[in-house]
């Protein structure tokens, strides 16, 4: 067993040797990356707004719209009634020129009757009467006064009465279309304003619309540098994972050559279909000290207190293939566990499950240690149960708050977050 330890440590030192700068930048990658992932729920929150901003100003857009529709008609029933008023008048004016012209003949006839008179010596009606030459004469005279007299008088004034009647028609067809006017120009203020608003408006939909196509390409670019960042990080994986293998095809192969008859833990996984087979139950030998969580595995992605743009982390990362078993670090009980997150996170993406630790378990042990193991594809052991030193409590995975298979192994002290390499 030693000497197979010996030969795996050997390739491991080897393996971090080559890698040892790559892991850097894929600490570096998954950085950004997880700064790209929060600058794009910042704008996809942005474009949520902004989308719903223009909807809600396109409504107005609308409303006003179909309020300038309105007044416009009103306007245009407006002026088919002032042309209907126009109409009237124009007819009461000619029936009024036509009275006017009736009163002017009969007035002219009334002129030359006078005229006649006085070139006959400005006679009275008396005169006519006194010259008639007999009573039967003189009756016809006065007759003929009368009538005359009567005539024109009734003539005049019938004319007038109905001049005056057309007339008060006119005014009150005039004074309606006035009001009319008055209505009109009313709703033709309101039409200005109204057109007046909607192109403010249209200007700030434009601006809106502007600003919805501005977050929009933003969320486009950082998608694309995301895209690329997750196939930079899923490459590093698959060669983290193909050197992994390596390593235990190596160390399988030394332990068959030194002719050690001990049995090792089986994981086959195909990384073609990415089905998992792996034992029900497994546990390594220890001699009581702390076990190793991936024996054999000492491919750390991400240490001990190194900085991030929105947290320091406070755990080790351990690269791994999804299925490989984890281990308990020592003995212990579970104090909590998550088992329901479905998820494999990859490519930038990662979910909430297990309060980001995804399917997770954590162990209480003796003097106030704890240890916490997340991001399993799934666990083996349960809360309340009690756990051995180097037992299989789970299989490494890429669920909850991570964007590629491993396990993040977390120290508490006393519920003080501690450096895990001090337990080795």
């Not at 990356?33 to 409504?59: G, I, M, T, W």
């Not at 109905?162 to 709703?187: G, P, R």
């Not at 501005?214 to 698959?238: K, P, T, V």
């Not at 349960?382 to 051995?388: A, E, I, L």
Request: hydrophobic share 35%; glycine share 6%.
């Amino acid at each position: 067993m030693k000497k197979i330890i010996s030969i795996c440590l050997a390739i491991v030192i080897v393996i971090c040797a080559i890698m040892s700068t790559t892991a850097a930048t894929i600490s570096e990658l998954e950085a950004r990356q997880a700064e790209l992932e929060a600058q794009q729920a910042e704008y996809q929150q942005k474009l949520n707004d902004s989308n719903a901003a223009v909807s809600e100003q396109q409504e107005e857009v609308d409303a006003l719209v179909g309020q300038v529709e309105s007044v416009t008609e009103e306007i245009q029933v407006c002026y088919q009634k002032i042309a209907i008023y126009d109409a009237d008048i124009a007819e009461k004016q000619t029936a009024i020129d036509a009275a006017n012209a009736e009163i002017e003949a009969n007035m002219e006839t009334l002129r030359q009757r006078i005229k006649t008179i006085y070139i006959s010596g400005d006679v009275s009606a008396l005169e006519i009467v006194l010259g008639a030459k007999d009573f039967s004469d003189f009756l016809d005279k006065i007759q003929l006064v009368q009538y005359v007299s009567n005539h024109d008088e009734e003539l005049i004034n019938g004319i007038k009465t109905q001049l005056d009647a057309i007339s008060d028609e006119k005014a009150a067809l005039e004074a309606d279309k006035a009001d009319l006017e008055a209505e009109q120009a009313t709703l033709t203020a309101k039409q200005d304003e109204l057109n007046t608003l909607l192109e403010e408006n249209k200007e700030t939909l434009a601006s809106l619309q502007s600003d919805a196509a501005d977050a929009q390409m933003q969320l486009n670019l950082s998608e694309q540098e995301l895209s690329g960042l997750s196939e930079e990080i899923q490459d590093y994986y698959r060669q983290q994972r193909e050197a992994l293998e390596a390593q235990q095809a190596a160390a399988a192969a030394a332990a068959a050559s030194g002719g050690n008859d001990d049995d090792d833990d089986e994981i086959n996984y195909n990384s073609t279909s990415n089905e998992i087979y792996y034992t029900a139950e497994q546990q390594v030998e220890t001699d009581g000290s702390w076990t190793w969580p991936l024996p054999g595995n000492y491919m750390i992605t991400s240490q001990y207190g190194e900085g991030r743009s929105y947290e320091t982390h406070n755990a080790l990362d351990i690269g791994a293939y999804i299925g490989e078993p984890i281990y308990a670090a020592n003995s212990g009980t579970v104090v909590s566990s998550n088992n329901s997150c479905p998820h494999t996170n990859s490519g930038g993406n990662w979910c909430s499950c297990g309060g980001g630790y995804g399917n997770f378990v954590w162990i209480l042990h003796d003097n106030g240690y704890e240890t916490i193991y997340g991001h399993m594809i799934q666990t083996t052991v349960s809360t309340g149960q009690y756990v051995s030193n180097g037992q299989l409590i789970g299989y490494a995975g890429s669920s909850g708050w991570s964007t590629g298979c491993h396990l993040h192994f977390e120290l508490r002290i006393n519920g003080i977050k501690s450096n895990p390499w001090n337990l080795y």
